[in-house]
């Protein structure tokens, strides 16, 4: 599977909120899901190694 990176969702949420799309739209839904990958996306390239140290990692 090809994922999206940082950047790319980053955009996509951007282009998204400048849409000014209806919230009961097949696109409102595509936003809900892009805005939580990009915050997955966030919150794992942010994420530093030591973090998992003795098992305490999200992952």
Known sequence: MNDFTL???TALVNVFERAQIADDAVE?????RITAAHAERQELESM????CLGGA???
């Not at 409102?28 to 809900?32: E, I, S, T, V």
């Not at 530093?48 to 973090?51: A, Q, V």
Request: aromatic residues 14%; charged residues 55%; hydrophobic residues 40%.
């Open 7 to 9: 950047e790319e969702l």
């Open 48 to 51: 530093d190694f030591d973090d």
């Open 57 to 59: 990692c999200k992952l």
């Open 28 to 32: 409102a839904d595509l936003f809900k």
